[in-house]
């Protein structure tokens, strides 16, 4: 199996930022934009600019009729930071065994380290896809469905998916890589462009899009 790079690696986290300052832009309006995960502020459903263009052009490329759903763009990091504590508690639970440096690189398959985390520079998207009435289509296990609830399914190449789900994870794939974003392989729903993990996977630079906050 090809090796996967968490989100904990140091390699990931040495990566330089050199922000290019585009603004986090609302995508109610040009992407649909589900509920789910919704906030107070809006942050969820903001996105760099650039990024939301390229998802844009990537859904020209789905199946008549499909449209992205986005669950989740952009997160504050006392959000992300949160979640990560959350999970990382669920897995002390369920490994008592485990060292804590075990646990940790353990919980960053599923939810990125402040430090690392797309999602806090608005670079990062949770999303699906539906048909035009709303419904989802089959992906194989639920967004966000950790790597303990789904079996390992959350896994973008899990074994034993039915086809129609690793075709619909291929026709995913196929666009939204046509626009220059990345997958986090423990994630079939997580995609980046311009964070720290796009950077270390195309081997740019530097990120393009660092830590931002939702004015």
Known sequence: MEEIVLMSDPRVAAVAVEDCGEPLVDCRGTLRVDERRSDTTGSWAHLRSGVVERLVRAEELLPAGWRWLLVEGHRPPAVQQRIFDGYLATLRELRPGASESELTTA???????????????????????CTASGTEVDMGCP???????????????ARGLTR??????????????????????????????????????VGAGSAVYGPKELI
């Open 107 to 129: 919980a960053t398959r599923w939810v990125a380290p402040l430090a690392t985390a797309g999602h806090v520079a608005g670079a990062a998207v949770d999303l699906t896809m």
């Open 143 to 157: 967004e966000a469905a950790t790597p303990e609830e789904s079996g390992g399914a959350c896994y973008t190449n």
């Open 164 to 201: 129609p789900a690793r075709q619909n994870r291929a026709v995913m794939g196929e666009a939204l890589s046509s626009m220059g974003l990345v997958n986090y392989p423990t994630e079939w729903w997580h995609w980046s462009y311009g964070d720290r993990y796009w950077a270390f996977t």
